[in-house]
């Protein structure tokens, strides 16, 4: 049974949205608005953590706490002293992912070794010593990937699930060798020994189980269905209560050891609701067990539940944190949470310098901190709060923080009735056919920078109006948006939110490993069932609302589809990420494709396009140059208008063209801004548009015309692009224009760019090392001698007067 307060499904029961916001940037403000629209407010005090913790542990004497960063940068594994809250050594790893375990004497610390399918043993003395290694198997590309980690230290075994090869793995410790590897049915995250040791305890990650496996008779006795993306699991004192936190259903399944039954599931989330995006993900008991702590990572929050009476559990309220937390340890009066990304993009690119005391901003440095990595994947560097255990009053001013950071509140719909952009799902629209074209990392800054009436750093502009002039006289005939944010970090995410208005647990933090050069695989554009939502991608909605739609290019190569739902709903030999085709080549084929369609009144009324050239595969010798690369896509963009708008259905379409992400350079605003266009009869002519969007707003856009619902809580709660629409059409069609540039143009030269873009693979999105593509696609348009300025980012925040209670 879901509980929730009740006076939540009163706040929440309707959901609306607030009026446009400008980022400004003020590191003194009560409150931070992230460039997806939602804010923070953190609880407590801060600690500086690495990049992308992913797991804390607390050690039986309570003295320490560990912490494994596992992101795309410097991966680390740090000590803390539990009562000062400082840091006491750090130790950078090769690679690292998630498994972390004190043994029972605290002596030793036992860490996943990520894709070097190896578990470190560290020893322990206020610092941390040099580690003994446990080789599960040969190194990546061997796929096995340890996670969770279990010791039972009086019999000297540990215990190690996987996520590569789906195992578990029974190590002797006496002689640290391999004793048995165990077949398991999915990917797993966790695991967790009874008090008695007699029973291993596995969350199923890409299963939706849990299993439970007998350690005297070395097998699975027993499993449990639960619900999507099971993560972290713990078991209170007794054993008897197991609680699995849910990531894809916003949501803790409480389970009865005993019978092995599913007595109760706690709903996470902010408000009543089934979508997707609490992202429930790290879970901790207080120390007299009466308080259930859980970590929801997509909400900034932790949910606290009275659980003291089992089974019947009461919500409490809700405690701010940093952005993305995802993990949370209690004990006493303290309650500590990583916070996965920190609390903003900060403005400071060259990262914070090692101090020997807390500054005024309340971070401690950390006494390795480096050189700040200009990236956006190493961006955001996770913090621990240090919340004191609240009080119900204190909680219940935490929990108005959380819900006034949330987007959604009490604000009314700006828009009028007359906007041919529905007010809500099922309101008719003068727009029939939605074509969403995806391209691939470009910055607002990189594009429009030296559009003189937008927010633009000229400087920073890499492919100005000679080279790409379709976008920019789209741009000026329609509208310019010049505060629009993709929700991405890179195209692995990218693309998820690009077609689900989110990405769950598995994506945002398995990612960043493939993306570190620490092994992995690009399989987030359906190529892994993990990686779904747990309702789809907008695909799937499409076909449960017999919406007709088709793909190109996006999620199919042209020869199969990636998912179920597009069988039989892609363009055959429509190519997908492939930098040997040109995008005016794709474009012939869509051209070929829909005229077919049209003259047999066919044209679907959802249809993505994949126009990703803008990507480049940077100097490589004989590979189409960066400038030539960019026009051929503007080209493409501009020769696809053309022919949709002299159609006879120009009359009821629109167009939305963005990024996938923002990663390929810099930006004067944020790492996250973007360029998109909107492009329709009823699209507004010749006006700069302020208001902040995001791709969630433009999918919420296109499901408001489409009478689809939300995907996830972040397309329900963002701002549809109302400002760029009007009820009065301009028929008038487009011409496009003649690129200036050879298209043809091979990367010819011989220096140190195209030396370096040899190494580069272009095979698959992003498996390029970002930095020196960035560096080599701006000498060779700046020159080979040239310095790229480093990216400047600003943190998006927002002050703010404390608000009075009401009550």
């Not at 003395?125 to 230290?153: C, E, F, H």
């Not at 990236?375 to 621990?384: N, S």
Request: neutral net charge; contains cysteine; aromatic residues 10%.
């Amino acid at each position: 049974m879901k509980k929730l307060l009740a006076f939540l499904f009163i706040l929440f029961s309707a959901i609306v949205f607030t009026n446009a916001q400008t980022p400004t940037y003020n590191p003194e403000a009560n409150k931070i608005l992230l460039s997806n629209g939602w804010s923070l407010s953190p609880a407590g005090n801060f600690l500086q953590l690495g990049d992308l913790p992913l797991n804390i542990q607390l050690s039986h004497n309570h003295q320490f706490l560990a912490v494994t960063n596992n992101g795309q940068s410097t991966q680390s594994i740090q000590l803390i002293d539990a009562k000062s809250n400082r840091i006491l050594d750090e130790k950078s790893l090769k690679t690292a992912w998630y498994g972390l375990q004190f043994s029972a004497n605290d002596k030793k610390i036992y860490v996943s070794g990520g894709n070097e399918n190896i578990i470190l043993v560290y020893p322990i003395k206020k610092k941390i010593g040099d580690a003994d290694t446990i080789r599960l198997g040969k190194k990546w590309p061997n796929k096995i990937s340890p996670t969770g980690i279990a010791v039972d230290d009086k019999q000297g075994i540990l215990y190690t699930v996987t996520k590569e090869n789906n195992s578990l793995y029974v190590v002797d410790l006496k002689i640290n060798k391999i004793i048995k590897q165990y077949p398991l049915s999915a990917e797993s995250y966790s695991c967790v020994l009874s008090p008695d040791k007699k029973m291993l305890i596995i969350s199923l990650w890409g299963g939706n189980k849990i299993a439970f496996y007998d350690v005297a008779q070395q097998k699975i006795t027993d499993s449990i269905a639960v619900e999507n993306n099971p993560n972290e699991i713990i078991l209170n004192k007794k054993g008897s209560i197991l609680y699995v936190a849910n990531a894809g259903n916003n949501s803790v399944s409480v389970i009865n050891t005993e019978t092995k039954k599913v007595m109760e599931v706690i709903s996470a989330s902010l408000y009543p609701t089934n979508l997707t995006g609490s992202t429930t993900n790290g879970l901790a008991l207080s120390q007299d067990e009466k308080t259930l702590y859980i970590a929801n990572a997509d909400n900034n929050c932790l949910a606290v539940f009275d659980v003291s009476n089992p089974f019947n559990s009461v919500s409490k309220g809700f405690i701010p944190t940093g952005w993305y937390p995802t993990s949370v340890k209690s004990y006493g009066d303290k309650i500590w949470v990583t916070n996965g990304k920190g609390f903003t993009s900060l403005p400071n690119p060259n990262g914070p310098q090692p101090i020997s005391k807390n500054d005024d901003s309340g971070y401690q440095k950390s006494p390795t901190e480096k050189k700040e990595v200009q990236y956006i994947g190493g961006l955001f560097k996770g913090t621990l709060s240090i919340i004191k255990e609240p009080n119900a009053e204190q909680l219940t001013k935490y929990s108005q923080q959380v819900f006034d950071n949330s987007p959604f509140n009490k604000v009314g719909i700006s828009a009028s009735i007359n906007n041919p952009i529905p007010l809500k799902v099922g309101d008719s629209s003068p727009i029939k056919h939605v074509f969403y074209i995806i391209k691939e990392n470009r910055t607002y800054d990189q594009v429009f920078g030296d559009i003189n009436k937008g927010n633009g750093d000229n400087s920073l502009c890499l492919f100005p109006e000679k080279v790409t002039p379709n976008i920019h006289a789209l741009a000026n005939e329609f509208v310019l948006l010049d505060n629009f944010y993709v929700d991405a970090e890179v195209s692995a995410d990218g693309h998820n939110w690009s077609m689900a208005a989110y990405a769950n647990d598995y994506v945002e933090k398995t990612w960043p490993i493939s993306y570190g050069g620490r092994g992995g695989t690009y399989d987030y554009e359906g190529s892994r069932k993990i990686a779904y939502p747990k309702d789809g991608f907008i695909w799937d909605y499409c076909r449960r609302a017999g919406v007709s739609y088709r793909t190109y290019g996006e999620f199919s190569d042209g020869k199969t589809a990636n998912i179920k739902a597009l069988e039989n709903h892609f363009c055959p030999d429509y190519a997908g990420f492939d930098l040997s085709i040109k995008d005016t080549a794709r474009f012939y084929v869509w051209q070929k494709d829909f005229d077919r369609l049209l003259s047999e009144d066919k044209v679907p009324q959802f249809n993505t396009l994949r126009f990703g050239n803008d990507h480049t595969s940077g100097q490589k010798k004989g590979k189409i140059s960066p400038t030539a690369a960019v026009a051929d896509n503007d080209l493409a963009v501009g020769m696809f208008i053309d022919h949709l708008s002299h159609s006879k259905i120009w009359k009821e379409s629109v167009v939305f063209i963005l990024e996938d992400d923002a990663q390929n350079g810099p930006d004067h605003i944020d790492a996250h801004r973007s360029p998109i266009l909107v492009i329709s009869p009823y699209t507004k002519r010749g006006e700069l548009i302020h208001t902040m969007y995001s791709t969630s707003g433009a999918l919420r856009t296109m499901e408001l015309i489409l009478s689809l619902p939300p995907m996830s809580q972040y397309d329900a709660a963002a701002k549809p692009f109302y400002d760029c629409f009007t009820d009065k059409p301009n028929f008038k069609p487009y011409q496009f224009i003649k690129s200036n540039i050879d298209l043809n143009e091979i990367n010819v030269a011989v220096n140190g760019s195209s030396k370096k873009s040899e190494s580069f693979n272009l095979a698959n999105e992003d498996k390029i090392p970002d930095l020196e593509l960035n560096e080599v696609v701006w000498k060779s348009i700046k020159g080979e001698n040239s310095v790229m300025p480093a990216p400047r980012r600003s943190a998006f925040v927002v002050a703010e007067k404390k608000k009075k209670d009401d009550d």
